[in-house]
Nanobody, 127 residues
Framework: QVQLVESGGGLVQAGGSLRLSCAAS????????MGWFRQISGKEREFVAA????????YYSDSVKGRFTISRDTTTNTVYLQVNSLKPEDTAVYYC????????????????????WGQGTQVTVSS
């Protein structure tokens, strides 16, 4: 069984930075894409960023483009999200997700396109 374990969340002041990590384990690693989503209590989970595992192509939501960077380490099966210039509105639980199937760019932004999910890590940005 696949496990995705996030870490790196915390409390940070506006303008600060964090590095979120997501380690995948449990079976032969064969994901096509991995992504980060976030969810504010009472709201729908929203797309943040995604990366195609083999080629490293990256995609971002407009709200984080230029501030967040997604990357991966294929030797440790870990995906990262470097979050810079944080704003109070970035406060949310951040979830890592993965899928073994090829998804079009348009579909990578959808929660339903991902098969495996981590438990989430809380990011809180104070003003």
């Amino acid at each position: 069984q696949v496990q995705l374990v996030e870490s790196g969340g915390g409390l940070v002041q506006a303008g600060g930075s964090l590095r979120l990590s997501c380690a995948a384990s449990g079976r032969t690693f064969s994901y096509n894409a991995m992504g980060w989503f976030r969810q504010i209590s009472g709201k729908e989970r929203e797309f943040v960023a995604a990366i195609r595992w083999n080629v490293g192509s990256t995609y971002y939501s407009d709200s984080v483009k230029g501030r967040f960077t997604i990357s991966r380490d294929t030797t440790t099966n870990t995906v990262y999200l470097q979050v810079n210039s944080l704003k109070p509105e970035d406060t949310a639980v951040y979830y890592c997700a993965a899928t073994p199937a090829y998804r079009t760019l348009a579909s990578l932004v959808r929660v339903s396109s991902f098969d495996d999910w981590g438990q989430g890590t809380q990011v809180t940005v104070s003003s």
